[in-house]
């Protein structure tokens, strides 16, 4: 579980970086971009991302 939990957040990263290089600066910035995007959240539901999810993906990123 944790490895696809890891390999969800190493296929997120480029995106976020997109998403940080277009001007998003705090996570409730990173997620509303996500969810504008129709990135599916780490669960795989289509809903709207937040703030803590993007803090769980980034950490695993790190």
Same mark, same amino acid.
């Given at each position: 579980?944790?490895?696809?939990?890891? #390999?969800?957040?190493?296929? /997120?990263?480029?995106? $976020?970086?997109?998403?940080?290089?277009?001007?998003? *600066?705090? /996570?409730? =910035? $990173?997620?509303?971009? /996500?969810? =504008? %995007? *129709?990135?599916?959240?780490? +669960? *795989?539901?289509?809903?709207?991302? +937040?703030? @803590? #999810? @993007? +803090? %769980? @993906? /980034? =950490? %695993? $990123?790190?």
């Amino acid at each position: 579980m944790k490895a696809k939990a890891a #390999q969800k957040a190493d296929n /997120l990263a480029p995106i $976020i970086t997109q998403i940080r290089k277009a001007g998003a *600066g705090s /996570l409730s =910035e $990173i997620a509303k971009a /996500l969810t =504008e %995007r *129709g990135i599916p959240q780490p +669960s *795989g539901s289509m809903g709207e991302w +937040s703030a @803590v #999810q @993007v +803090s %769980r @993906v /980034l =950490e %695993r $990123i790190a």
